[in-house]
């Protein structure tokens, strides 16, 4: 062990003021790490989809193979960064203390986001029994209302307004089948 009791990690990790500190997982770290593993799985589904005579030469699982090793690279750039930032950086304080820095209250904004999925989960629950138009206005109306807009008249036509333009756009301009739910009995 070197003088003065510091321990002197493997080359992608901090040096620390002693050995009973731990590596300090930035929001860098843990982000690469996360879409590392993102991009494995979508490499795992995108190589098991299968070809056709009729494919281009890219076939199905082309784009989404440049997807996942761009998802990988980018992953594997963020670890890199979070662990040259972190040889350069403090990770205790001058008093011994660990700082806290960047993760001082990220619990909050991982439950305002974990809310934001709530939202998206409720529309998929809601959208065959209601349909898509009138699930995407409600969908529309309470992100709006989630991510702090005051409840009005104008609100409501917004939520209206942008679900009439997405059915025009994908029902009526492009033929995607949408479903149609309650309002099946008007033709919608």
């Known amino acids: 062990m070197p003088e003065g009791g510091a321990f002197r990690g493997a080359a992608?990790?901090?040096?620390?003021?002693?050995?009973?500190?731990?590596?300090?997982?930035?929001?860098?770290?843990?982000?690469?790490?996360?879409?590392?593993?993102?991009?494995?799985?979508?490499?795992?589904?995108?190589?098991?989809?299968?070809?056709?005579?009729?494919?281009?030469?890219m076939g199905p699982g082309g784009l989404p193979r440049i997807y996942g090793w761009l998802l990988v690279a980018l992953g594997s750039i963020l670890i890199m960064q979070a662990a040259l930032a972190s040889r350069t950086t403090a990770v205790v304080t001058a008093s011994g203390e660990e700082a806290k820095g960047e993760w001082e209250g990220q619990g909050r904004k991982v439950v305002y986001a974990f809310g934001l999925l709530a939202i998206g989960i409720a529309y998929l629950f809601i959208l065959e029994?209601?349909?898509?138009?009138?699930?995407?206005?409600?969908?529309?109306?309470?992100?709006?209302?989630?991510?702090?807009?005051?409840?009005?008249?104008?609100?409501?036509?917004?939520?209206?307004?942008?679900?009439?333009?997405?059915?025009?756009?994908?029902?009526?301009?492009?033929?995607?089948?949408?479903?149609?739910?309650?309002?099946?009995?008007?033709?919608?």
């Open 129 to 188: 029994t209601f349909g898509y138009l009138i699930s995407i206005a409600l969908l529309i109306t309470t992100t709006a209302l989630y991510l702090g807009a005051g409840f009005s008249g104008r609100l409501i036509a917004i939520g209206i307004g942008g679900a009439v333009f997405l059915y025009a756009m994908f029902v009526a301009i492009l033929g995607v089948r949408m479903p149609a739910g309650i309002l099946a009995v008007l033709g919608l």
């Open 12 to 57: 992608l990790f901090p040096t620390v003021a002693s050995t009973s500190e731990a590596f300090m997982f930035t929001r860098d770290f843990v982000g690469g790490v996360a879409t590392i593993a993102i991009g494995a799985v979508y490499l795992y589904f995108s190589y098991q989809l299968r070809t056709s005579a009729l494919d281009d030469s």
